[in-house]
């Protein structure tokens, strides 16, 4: 077991490793030194995930056995040199993984130490032959940087001008490169967090390893996005059309039992194709352009960062805060990194911060409440869910006009007092407009078909038909409530955007009368009965109709109940819903309980 020295913190002492040089073959052999960055020590920072931590390969450290996954292994022998060592830091060698105060000390450093190493060296992880080919395919034509791999592009260029079938060869070899392209953003070094401040806090952008090659991920991966996408998207539409026609490749022969066989590979690409896009997209969050993009002018730098990482992984959920803390040092000067605490407190502190040192109530805009926001009655009913990412950053802004911007007088007035988290955090305070109390109509079904039904009922009823009493005749202005009805039920659906309201009526009347027929109309169905039937409807499955003392209504997530307060705070792009706490009414002062924040009114 290696013995690890005690680092001084006055000092700002860390660990480097000298990687002591070898042939490819042979064992990795390393040695631990402590050096004080105070002293501006000359070493190189290693970025790269740790990969399945039940997959191990031994290397030496001081003599002594190490168990290092397989990944890292991997990276030290890519980087070792022939004659001479190599000064690295490599967190999962250089800090006591088992020290829980040393990581304490240690983690407060990495913003300091990732800006001041002589290098970043970022390991993606073995390469594979697609990868080789669109890394390839970008240097010689995006980049143009030759290499002695542009042989194999030049000559099929020369050999397409004069033959159709060395045109189709070269075709099938961008089709690779697009697949090559989707398995490099698909790499895992892209969607965990700790990568993410490791490859923006160095002053020149790194350069990327992924097996033996070598490339700038800003510069080859952002320029060759569309290049890659043009072309190759461009020779599968040319593909598929002559599927569709019918019409045969030139190596076809007259009995078509090579066309069929083409055939076959054009499907299975396009299959394999499509999976792998949206592996990619999946995994890669923040486009290749934006890789490193300045956070520093935002004016909540930790709130933008933690909507950007929402979706990038990690093994301890402590991280998805303290992995940003080189980027937004003064969180940490408030909250110091401490991994003995629980995640909730972790996340109650950040919450804090964000309230009282940035603009705290827009935190609300772009992060769900928790499931037990109500339940939980320990926890305060206002901390957002910062570890899940399905139900962060919501797909869009929800306001209170009909095509959903918000009114800017309701989000923004003069004098409004800035909100606040009290000292022993629990109470925040938080000034808002009241939009009255709500009433609650139906809660939609948790089936689809059935929330088509549901949304039949709202469209093709006459609300001026409706009984005296009725909820729905205290909505106001009645005359137009069908049509904001209609909007209503697909706001939530990202794409809603792109259909008017005379379309979605129209697409309406169709879905509802093929579900009284049962007959299909003519014709494959159109983009916004799509949107209606895969997305809308999905959005609204569980969710409460409802409306207020004021004659408004709107659609919100379940747990909305009769009596609940709809706000609008300063600055917060949609109604926050409050429902009151039981006996908690003291010095005259009324305590509240956060409902929910994704919901849309009329």
């Keep these: 077991m290696v013995q690890y020295d005690s680092l001084s913190p006055e000092r700002s002492e860390i660990r480097v490793l000298a990687l002591l040089p070898g042939k490819s073959r042979d064992p990795i052999k390393c040695a631990l030194h402590t050096v004080s960055l105070d002293d501006v020590?000359?070493?190189?920072?290693?970025?790269?995930?740790?990969?399945?931590?039940?997959?191990?390969?031994?290397?030496?450290?001081?003599?002594?056995?190490?168990?290092?996954?397989t990944n890292l292994e991997a990276a030290l022998r890519a980087f070792r040199q022939p004659s001479k060592?190599?000064?690295?830091w490599v967190d999962a060698i250089c800090i006591n993984q088992d020290d829980v105060?040393?990581?304490n000390i240690q983690v407060p450093q990495m913003g300091r130490l990732y800006s001041t190493a002589k290098t970043v060296l970022v390991w993606l992880g073995p390469s594979s032959p697609n990868i080789e080919h669109f890394i390839s395919w970008a240097q010689t034509y995006v980049v143009k940087s030759y290499t002695t791999t542009s042989a194999y592009w030049l000559k099929l260029d020369a050999k397409a001008a004069f033959s159709d079938s060395a045109k189709r060869e070269k075709d099938w070899a961008i089709l690779r490169a697009l697949e090559g392209y989707f398995d490099t953003l698909a790499l895992p070094y892209w969607n965990?967090?700790?990568?993410?401040?490791?490859?923006?806090?160095?002053?020149?952008?790194?350069l990327c390893y992924c097996g033996n090659i070598t490339f700038r991920a800003t510069t080859l991966l952002g320029r060759s996005q569309d290049a890659i996408h043009e072309v190759g998207f461009g020779i599968l539409a040319q593909f598929m059309e002559s599927l569709n026609t019918g019409r045969r490749f030139s190596e076809a022969n007259k009995e078509g039992r090579e066309?069929?066989?083409?055939?076959?590979?054009?499907?299975?690409?396009v299959r394999r194709l499509q999976s792998k896009s949206n592996i990619a997209r999946d995994n890669i969050i923040v486009s290749p352009q934006k890789a490193r993009e300045d956070w520093r002018n935002k004016e909540s730098p930790l709130q933008f960062l933690l909507g950007v990482t929402a979706e990038r992984k990690c093994f301890d959920m402590r991280d998805k805060v303290f992995a940003l803390y080189g980027m937004v040092p003064a969180a940490q000067e408030v909250y110091a990194p401490d991994y003995t605490k629980p995640v909730k407190d972790v996340m109650l502190e950040t919450t804090a911060y964000m309230v009282n040192y940035e603009r705290g109530p827009i935190m609300w805009s772009s992060f769900g409440l928790r499931d037990d926001r109500l339940s939980d009655t320990s926890y305060p009913s206002w901390v957002p869910e910062l570890t899940r990412?399905?139900?962060?950053?919501?797909?869009?802004?929800?306001g209170l006009t009909q095509d959903g911007r918000l009114t800017e007088s309701l989000r923004q007035w003069e004098d409004a007092p800035p909100a606040r988290v009290t000292a022993d955090l629990s109470t925040v305070h938080l000034w808002a407009r009241s939009l009255g109390r709500c009433k609650v109509a139906f809660q939609f079904s948790s089936k689809g078909t059935d929330v088509l039904d549901q949304i039949r009922g709202l469209l093709k009823t006459d609300p001026l038909s409706l009984p005296e009493g009725s909820i729905g005749r205290t909505i106001r202005k009645p005359e137009t409530l069908i049509p904001r009805m209609a909007r209503a039920c697909v706001r939530h659906a990202v794409r809603q955007s792109h259909f008017s309201t005379e379309e979605l009526l129209k697409t309406f009347d169709i879905i509802f009368e093929y579900m009284k027929s049962g007959k299909r109309p003519e014709g494959s169905k159109g983009s916004c009965w799509i949107m209606i039937e895969e997305d809308a409807v999905e959005n609204l499955v569980g969710k409460t109709l409802f409306v207020t003392e004021g004659g408004c209504f709107g659609i919100g997530v379940g747990g909305i109940k009769d009596g609940d307060i709809v706000t609008m705070p300063p600055q917060v792009r949609l109604p926050l819903v409050l429902t009151k706490e039981l006996n908690t009414s003291r010095d005259s002062i009324e305590y509240f309980r956060m409902d929910l924040n994704e919901f849309l009114i009329h």
């Design 259 to 269: 066309w069929q066989e083409v055939a076959v590979k054009i499907q299975d690409t």
């Design 389 to 398: 990412a399905e139900i962060n950053a919501p797909n869009m802004h929800r």
């Design 85 to 88: 060592r190599r000064m690295l």
């Design 101 to 103: 105060q040393e990581k």
């Design 192 to 206: 965990r967090m700790w990568t993410f401040q490791e490859y923006r806090l160095p002053q020149d952008e790194p």
């Design 41 to 69: 020590p000359d070493f190189e920072a290693l970025s790269y995930v740790w990969g399945d931590a039940t997959e191990k390969k031994s290397i030496t450290v001081d003599g002594e056995e190490f168990s290092a996954t």
